[in-house]
């Protein structure tokens, strides 16, 4: 049976590009799980997810007859430093090289009609938000983190995709405690005259907004995949926060007066029915000109005391690219375990 290729116009159309996924047999044994999996509509609307203001978008769907067997969205954020380079995202295809190969061949041809000469990805909707594909571990399901069927990677290498990088999530038991290095860090940088622990207040004023704004862009500038984070996306991930977040895993590190990071974890569960027993990573970062003041280790300090002391047992860390070696070695060091190892693939010219 021939394969249809058809570029969503419609929002007719639309509906069945979000519901694909709920079509394919790789999914229907995840049920109450698939919220955190799945794209909802919610995340195709500017108003809720306002990276679609800065992005160019096509949507394609392929049909084997007249059951849709998979989807894909080629993206351009025209904030993105790299400005040649597209993403490909939102993929989801039945086990059938034939259509994935269709999928990602149309989003290269149009982004390559864009101006662009690379194609990384999946991205959905850039590195901001959800990348790569699950290659190996098994991370606890969680909002943004992918948890694809296995043979999607399969899908790539028979399309001619290449191993572009690897992205690591980590976990770190709290009963295992800090190494003695990090804890005696943590110890000296929180002696040290003006550090300053202050709370973030989600309810998003324009100033709290910039500031997580700064604080984001100025710690993760330069590290792979950076696209700066509007005034408009922080202010929606801090709306989206206020929602679920323990409010004392919200925090702003000042010294001396100056803001010098910040890190928010979320609930690793999205119901209010059972405390949660575990927290996740959303953001945790200190900026350049404070890394070599031991900072870092004083934000782990505190984190491991202050989860410890509401009785979270778990800390979900994601995602860190596989040439960050500071990241890493730090948490290798705090006794963190690699629980996923996910990859991005690129398209050669």
């Not at 249809?4 to 079509?23: K, T």
């Not at 399969?154 to 572009?164: A, E, N, R, W």
């Not at 309810?203 to 993760?220: C, P, Q």
């Not at 000042?254 to 979320?266: D, N, V």
Request: charged fraction near 20%.
């Amino acid at each position: 049976m021939s394969l249809n290729l058809v570029r969503i116009r419609s929002a007719g159309e639309m509906d069945s590009f979000i519901s694909l996924p709920l079509n394919l047999s790789a999914y229907r044994h995840k049920g109450k799980d698939n919220n955190l999996m799945l794209e909802t509509a919610g995340s195709f609307d500017p108003s809720l997810n306002p990276v679609h203001r800065h992005i160019k978008t096509a949507l394609f769907m392929v049909y084997r007859g007249k059951a849709p067997v998979g989807r894909i969205a080629a993206i351009k954020d025209l904030l993105s430093p790299q400005r040649e380079t597209g993403f490909f995202g939102c993929f989801e295809c039945a086990n059938h090289s034939g259509a994935a190969a269709l999928l990602l061949s149309s989003a290269k041809k149009w982004l390559w009609e864009k101006g662009c000469r690379s194609m990384i990805g999946p991205a959905t909707f850039n590195t901001n938000q959800k990348v790569g594909l699950l290659l190996e571990g098994t991370p606890a399901p969680q909002p943004m983190i992918p948890c694809n069927p296995s043979y999607y990677n399969d899908l790539m290498i028979k399309s001619g995709l290449l191993k572009h990088t690897d992205l690591y999530t980590f976990s770190w038991r709290i009963g295992t405690g800090l190494g003695g290095k990090i804890r005696g860090k943590a110890a000296r940088a929180g002696q040290m005259p003006g550090v300053a622990i202050k709370p973030i207040q989600p309810s998003g004023s324009t100033r709290e907004a910039g500031l997580v704004r700064d604080l984001f862009n100025g710690s993760m500038y330069g590290n792979w995949g950076f696209i700066p984070l509007t005034t408009a996306e922080s202010s929606a991930m801090m709306k989206y926060c206020s929602a679920f977040a323990d409010p004392d895993l919200m925090v702003t590190v000042w010294y001396k007066g100056q803001p010098a990071g910040m890190f928010i974890f979320l609930p690793t569960g999205l119901s209010r029915k059972a405390p949660p027993k575990s927290v996740r990573a959303a953001v945790m970062g200190v900026l350049p000109s404070f890394r070599r003041t031991g900072l870092g280790s004083y934000m782990i300090g505190y984190l491991e005391e202050l989860i410890r002391r509401k009785g979270y047992r778990q800390v979900e860390i994601s995602m860190v690219h596989e040439g960050n070696g500071p990241v890493r070695n730090l948490l290798s060091q705090s006794g963190a375990d690699v629980t996923g190892i996910f990859r991005v693939y690129h398209a050669p010219r």
